[in-house]
């Protein structure tokens, strides 16, 4: 039974993916999810020095990972796991890895030695810093891009110290973007009949997701601090207390402005000579939060949250996680979505953001057991029984 793709979108497409932890699983979730034949090259289980980041193959953190993909266990170290692994590249069209930078060099999988095998195949690299500079050989960390990267710097509350953001973004970011870059190569491909090596890394990834607050130093020389909830730019934006607990408001813009202090029945804030612009809303943060306070803490989130949206003024919740898909709109969005494990128990999954209406991607697969498929694998690559013996005798998968 051939194995199911989770669309038809990039079915035409054979991923090696040699990644570990998270940013580079990151990038071959994108491509499984949209139909790429992804095929999870792993260490066979008598090389392994321990589970490593990420723990145990059956915590959330894996199984949300690794869905839409096959296993196969292949020793890059040993001579005929090599050779394998480059007969493999034959008929791939994209390999992706995030080693550090010298370890594709020592195992003669750089871009250089695959394009020999293939011209058109594409190499997908992450690394922490880069493949080159003073920094090449520093191992990367998620948290640590996020401190060089800017990003600690202006999270959290003013004079609290640095603060990383609760989700591993740096790991994440470069990840999505090797997906895009990669799929950029592969429609370039179409045009050039040739590969070519996508890179990127999580200082770059971080450095690009700071967005208008980087472009605030590099155009105006402005050096961006923490803002706690506040937005650092558009006030008053940010968490505003209510009877029954917190709500997030976004007014921007002398209209909306207007229409709260109106929902608030605060008139007078409007011409108030501390905020009757938006400059001295800024300068004036504090107090004005403080003001705004006072009149939201006497209804509840729900009363606000429908007040707000009724006239145009964004205003949402603040939920917990297990509250946030519990929202009728996550509900209807179909974001979490299950699949059936092999003992035929259901297994729920953090679905992609994005739908095409033709070519939608689902959960057809759940992460598959270390080296599940290496046997399968191999015989659509070409190799015969007695090649696939020969592996397993001298313990190359």
């Given at each position: 039974?051939?194995?199911?793709?989770?669309s038809?979108?990039?079915?035409?497409?054979?991923v090696?993916?040699?990644?570990?932890?998270?940013?580079?699983?990151?990038?071959?979730?994108?491509?499984?999810?949209?139909?790429?034949?992804?095929?999870?090259?792993?260490?066979p289980?008598?090389?392994?020095?321990?589970?490593?980041?990420?723990?145990?193959?059956?915590?959330?953190?894996?199984?949300?990972?690794?869905?839409?993909?096959?296993?196969?266990?292949?020793?890059?170290?040993?001579?005929?796991?090599?050779?394998?692994?480059?007969?493999?590249v034959?008929?791939?069209?994209?390999v992706?890895?995030?080693?550090?930078?010298?370890?594709?060099?020592?195992?003669?999988?750089?871009?250089?030695?695959?394009r020999?095998?293939?011209?058109?195949?594409?190499?997908?690299?992450?690394?922490?810093?880069?493949?080159?500079?003073?920094?090449?050989?520093?191992p990367?960390?998620?948290?640590?891009?996020?401190?060089?990267g800017?990003?600690?710097s202006?999270t959290?509350?003013?004079?609290?110290?640095?603060?990383?953001?609760?989700?591993?973004?740096?790991?994440?970011?470069?990840?999505?973007?090797?997906?895009?870059?990669?799929?950029?190569?592969?429609?370039?491909?179409?045009?050039?009949?040739?590969?070519?090596?996508?890179?990127?890394?999580?200082?770059?990834?971080?450095i690009?997701?700071?967005?208008?607050?980087?472009?605030?130093?590099?155009?105006?020389?402005?050096?961006?601090?923490?803002a706690?909830?506040?937005?650092?730019?558009?006030?008053?934006?940010?968490v505003?207390?209510?009877?029954?607990?917190?709500?997030?408001?976004?007014?921007?813009?002398?209209?909306?402005?207007?229409?709260?202090?109106?929902?608030?029945?605060?008139?007078?804030?409007i011409?108030?000579?501390?905020y009757?612009?938006?400059?001295?809303?800024?300068?004036?943060?504090?107090?004005?939060?403080?003001?705004?306070?006072?009149?939201?803490?006497?209804?509840?989130?729900?009363?606000?949250?429908?007040?707000?949206?009724?006239?145009?003024?964004?205003c949402?919740?603040?939920?917990?996680?297990?509250?946030?898909?519990?929202?009728?709109?996550?509900?209807?969005?179909?974001?979490?979505?299950?699949a059936k494990?092999?003992?035929?128990?259901?297994?729920?999954?953090?679905?992609?953001p994005?739908?095409?209406?033709?070519?939608?991607?689902?959960?057809?697969?759940?992460?598959?057991?270390?080296?599940?498929?290496?046997?399968?694998?191999?015989?659509?690559?070409?190799?015969?029984?007695?090649?696939i013996?020969?592996?397993?005798?001298?313990?190359?998968?």
């Amino acid at each position: 039974m051939p194995f199911p793709r989770a669309s038809q979108a990039l079915s035409r497409f054979t991923v090696l993916d040699l990644t570990r932890v998270r940013s580079g699983p990151t990038c071959v979730r994108q491509l499984a999810d949209w139909g790429a034949n992804v095929i999870k090259i792993e260490t066979p289980p008598h090389l392994e020095k321990g589970e490593g980041p990420g723990g145990p193959r059956e915590n959330a953190d894996f199984q949300n990972l690794h869905r839409n993909k096959r296993s196969m266990t292949l020793d890059l170290k040993s001579p005929q796991g090599l050779a394998a692994f480059r007969r493999m590249v034959e008929k791939a069209d994209v390999v992706v890895e995030n080693f550090r930078p010298d370890v594709k060099d020592r195992l003669g999988i750089d871009y250089e030695s695959l394009r020999k095998i293939n011209k058109r195949i594409v190499l997908a690299s992450i690394s922490g810093f880069g493949q080159d500079g003073p920094y090449r050989d520093r191992p990367g960390f998620d948290q640590i891009a996020q401190g060089m990267g800017g990003l600690m710097s202006i999270t959290g509350l003013p004079g609290q110290g640095p603060v990383r953001v609760g989700i591993p973004i740096a790991d994440l970011s470069a990840g999505l973007f090797c997906a895009l870059g990669i799929m950029v190569a592969l429609l370039e491909r179409e045009t050039s009949g040739e590969g070519q090596w996508v890179n990127t890394s999580l200082l770059q990834a971080q450095i690009f997701m700071l967005d208008f607050q980087a472009a605030r130093w590099l155009q105006m020389h402005e050096v961006a601090k923490q803002a706690g909830n506040n937005h650092p730019t558009s006030i008053p934006t940010g968490v505003f207390k209510t009877k029954d607990g917190h709500i997030n408001i976004a007014s921007t813009g002398q209209v909306m402005w207007e229409r709260l202090c109106n929902a608030i029945e605060a008139p007078e804030l409007i011409k108030h000579p501390d905020y009757a612009t938006g400059a001295l809303r800024s300068k004036n943060r504090d107090a004005l939060n403080a003001e705004i306070d006072k009149r939201t803490a006497h209804k509840t989130s729900a009363d606000w949250i429908d007040t707000f949206n009724n006239i145009g003024v964004p205003c949402g919740p603040i939920y917990t996680i297990d509250q946030m898909f519990a929202d009728e709109q996550v509900k209807h969005i179909g974001i979490a979505q299950s699949a059936k494990r092999p003992d035929g128990s259901e297994q729920v999954f953090v679905g992609q953001p994005v739908k095409l209406s033709r070519t939608p991607s689902k959960i057809v697969a759940t992460p598959p057991a270390q080296g599940q498929h290496t046997d399968e694998v191999l015989k659509e690559f070409g190799f015969a029984d007695k090649d696939i013996a020969e592996l397993h005798a001298v313990k190359a998968v």
